[in-house]
């Protein structure tokens, strides 16, 4: 008997939770259980009993804090693989320690894809100003990899708590009113901006701090793939910079 | 003479400022403006906001305040003699640069250096003097690295460590003999007596801090230094001996290593090739393993062939390991972690992972190779449960197993 957990919540982790706490409570065994992909029931499902919330059910914290990170993964295995996990946990056939083990591996990539996503958009977004009614407001179009904007709000609030600002990407924007955090929904592409004032003098200073006796465009691009460069303003004198090297 | 416009300065000084290497802004306290007030905060990570084609990370706003210098280090593009165009910023240009730029998400904070102009007293006043105002005047919290001048007074470096996160003096030349060729009106005395003042300041801040919670803070992020790697005749073994002096003597957080960068209008004591970027890279790597991996400086030095200088077609971890064979194989089941931090290709995040392990299963090659990057580079160096590698090789064929790919030229710094 498969049961389907539709994906609707499951990103929220605490939605998820209960639902892992429930199906280790009753038991079900990893490969009776289908995730997310919300079609139509296959012709051998039967509709198990519902399921009965169980707080009893206690998840180590280290595997929690992971989950949180591994849920914001865009990938589809992401609920089989942390089951598979949380199941294994419980019945004792894995710990949280081993690392040398292939679903710890394959969690611990997925985190640190996310992690990486989350220090890159801190490092990549690029405010520009837009002059309000009362005071300037600074926005930003970003696309992330993974679903990480609403986690990644707070690192902008403390560095810009008295600015007004807004970060618009496809999944969610946030905006912060200089007083408290919104949620909007995202945007489903780039809305135009006008160039700030500062991007001129940010792009002098990128081009002149280049050392061409230096190049090395490879280790450039590891560091900041070309999917990001759209939106950032100084990536566009890079053609440049290399052609007037050679 | 019309004034110069804010671009151009910008440019002049960025240029004359890409010299320096570092560009962290890590490591310094925990800082955030959630209150509403001032702009911006730090954390333990640094953040690298963009990359330049030449791969290196930028973090900061590095600009120097004037290039104008008086002056005449041969290795420097801003020496008295060379015929650069000159440019000075006002504090308040430098102010609203960072300002913005930082506003705009562009950077985490200013790293401020400049030429000597009239006196070294009178130009550190400046640099004190542009902190000052970032950090009372608009509640900056980002990060601040200044530049010492070591002749400066002392109560001017002890209000610059007030402001700052970092200060740096850089020793320039890996020797005294060096420095006094190339840069004639510098002396290494002076250079050491500075960094031994500030490290001293550092200890006292730290430890009143410990007693007193509202203790003035001075430069928490500590200080660096930067040595020219190949404008002298300075051997590794001696850089790496220098290096380790400059740790231990004053307890700095990071030597930087700059290859030194063909300059324009340079000067004819030097070098025209192209800058030694994989002896830099190979320096940097002999660094991590004496700070990372407890390599003694005199082990590093082991590494080091007959002519003094580290090789440069391997790492000087692999290179240490093929001079002592006899420390290998190292069973990964029962090694402690300083003998597994000796085996080339184990980081130390994979030792750590694989101590956490092995507490619980009994490693095979497999579980090893889920930890590492690269199974195929460790394997002749280690035992495991169901592994034993066939007697060492000899140096040569050893070498080949373990390089076959080309070494990948990385910047570590950042």
């Keep these: 008997m498969i049961r389907h957990i539709p994906s609707a919540g499951l990103d929220d982790p605490e939605q998820w939770r209960g639902i892992v706490r429930s199906l280790l409570s009753a038991q079900v065994s990893p490969d009776l259980v289908t995730w997310g992909h919300d079609n139509t029931p296959g012709l051998f499902d039967t509709a198990p009993a519902p399921l009965a919330p169980d707080d009893a059910i206690r998840l180590p914290r280290s595997f929690v804090r992971l989950a949180e990170t591994v849920l914001m993964h865009r990938a589809d295995e992401r609920f089989d693989l942390l089951y598979r996990i949380a199941w294994r946990l419980r019945t004792g056939r894995l710990v949280m320690a081993d690392s040398s083990d292939a679903d710890m591996k394959d969690a611990h990539l997925l985190a640190k894809a996310v992690s990486r996503d989350i220090h890159k958009m801190r490092a990549f977004v690029r405010f520009r100003c837009i002059a309000g009614e009362e005071e300037p407001h600074y926005v930003s179009w970003f696309e992330p990899d993974h679903r990480i904007v609403r986690a990644n709000a707070a690192f902008f609030v403390n560095r810009f708590a008295a600015m007004r600002w807004s970060i618009l990407s496809p999944d969610l924007c946030i905006h912060w009113t200089g007083e408290q955090l919104m949620e909007s929904d995202g945007l489903p592409q780039r809305p135009n901006l006008d160039e700030d004032r500062f991007e001129g003098l940010w792009t002098r200073y990128y081009s002149a701090t280049f050392n061409p006796a230096r190049l090395n465009m490879r280790a450039m691009i590891k560091e900041m793939p070309r999917r990001y460069w759209a939106n950032m303003p100084e990536t566009q004198v890079i053609p440049a910079l290399i052609h007037q090297q050679s | ?414």
């Design chain 2, 1 to 414: 003479m019309p004034k110069m416009p804010l671009t151009d300065k910008l440019a002049i000084l960025a240029d004359a400022a890409k010299y320096d290497a570092s560009c962290a802004s890590s490591g310094t306290d925990k800082r955030t403006s959630k209150d509403g007030k001032g702009l911006g905060s730090t954390q333990g990570m640094g953040i690298c906001h963009a990359y330049a084609p030449d791969g290196r990370c930028i973090s900061l706003l590095k600009i120097l305040m004037t290039n104008s210098c008086i002056f005449d280090c041969h290795y420097c593009v801003n020496r008295k003699s060379s015929n650069v165009r000159r440019a000075r910023f006002t504090p308040e240009e430098v102010v609203t640069l960072t300002i913005e730029f930082y506003r705009r998400n562009y950077i985490e904070g200013l790293f401020l250096s400049s030429g000597i102009i009239r006196s070294s007293d009178y130009t550190m006043e400046q640099i004190v003097e542009i902190a000052r105002s970032l950090r009372e005047d608009h509640g900056f919290r980002g990060y601040i690295h200044l530049k010492t001048i070591p002749d400066a007074d002392p109560r001017l470096i002890e209000a610059a460590g007030r402001h700052a996160d970092r200060l740096s003096i850089n020793v320039e030349l890996p020797t005294e003999t060096g420095l006094a060729q190339l840069a004639p009106d510098k002396s290494s005395g002076r250079i050491e007596a500075a960094m031994g003042g500030i490290c001293e300041e550092i200890t006292a801040t730290k430890d009143a801090r410990k007693r007193f919670r509202s203790a003035p803070r001075f430069a928490p992020a500590g200080q660096s230094t930067q040595m020219i790697v190949g404008a002298d005749g300075a051997d590794d073994r001696q850089i790496i001996a220098r290096a380790n002096s400059l740790y231990t003597g004053y307890n700095l957080r990071r030597v930087y290593y700059s290859a030194f960068s063909p300059i324009p209008e340079a000067a004819s004591s030097l070098p025209r090739e192209k800058p030694p970027l994989m002896r830099e890279h190979r320096l940097y790597q002999s660094d991590w393993l004496m700070r990372f991996y407890g390599f003694a400086p005199e082990e590093v030095q082991q590494a080091a062939g007959a002519d003094g200088m580290l090789p440069l077609d391997m790492d000087p971890k692999l290179a240490w390991a093929l001079t002592f064979r006899d420390h290998f194989p190292v069973d990964v089941n029962r090694a402690a972690r300083e003998t597994l931090l000796r085996v080339p290709g184990l980081g130390v995040r994979a030792v750590d992972a694989l101590i956490r392990a092995r507490r619980h299963k009994t490693l095979r090659l497999e579980d090893v190779g889920r930890l590492t990057v690269s199974i195929r580079k460790i394997r002749p160096f280690i035992v495991a449960a169901d592994w034993r590698p066939v007697q060492l090789a000899d140096a040569q064929d050893l070498k080949m197993l373990v390089t076959r790919q080309r070494p990948a030229q990385l910047e570590l710094f950042g």
